[in-house]
């Protein structure tokens, strides 16, 4: 049986409140551009946004995924304390489809004809708050809440 090692745990929780930290952040920075797509999408004018507005929405996005990108293989490389593995390896798989969807919706967005696939950007939404709220039930339980 493995030793407990509170330095190998203390490091994990403290990468991990990194990522979440930088996810919130990610979030938080990408809303008011989320805002503006939608409130387009909802008028019906899209197409006559101004085309380096558009640009900079999918500018942002783009790195967005990015950045959830590059905390799914944080979370994929970390030495898990055996008793988190279980729910590790469940936030981190959902935190990897989390960062797909949300790269399917950036992928909705055409620049060069400055239109969105409804439909992909539509799932994507879902696909987002069901590994988003999969993400947070394990960070639940990591944290004991």
């Known amino acids: 049986m493995a030793k407990f090692n509170p330095k190998q745990t203390q490091y994990y929780v403290q990468t991990l409140q990194e990522v979440l930290q930088n996810t919130q952040d990610t979030a938080d920075h990408v809303a008011p551009f989320f805002v ?3 409130e387009a999408k909802q008028a019906g004018k899209v ?6 507005e558009f640009g900079e929405i999918k500018a942002e996005f783009d790195d967005a995924v990015s950045a959830y990108q590059k905390n799914a293989q944080t979370l994929a490389g970390l030495k898990v304390p055996v008793r988190f593995m279980g729910v590790h390896t469940i936030m981190a798989k ?14 909705a967005l055409n620049e060069k004809d400055q239109t969105i696939n409804e439909a992909d950007f539509a799932q994507s939404e879902k696909n987002q708050e069901t590994f988003l709220t999969k993400i947070q039930a394990q960070v639940a339980k990591i944290f004991g809440a």
């Open 36 to 38: 503006k797509l939608d």
């Open 47 to 52: 197409a006559e946004m101004d085309k380096a």
């Open 94 to 107: 959902a935190y990897k489809d989390y960062a797909a969807a949300t790269a399917m919706m950036a992928d």
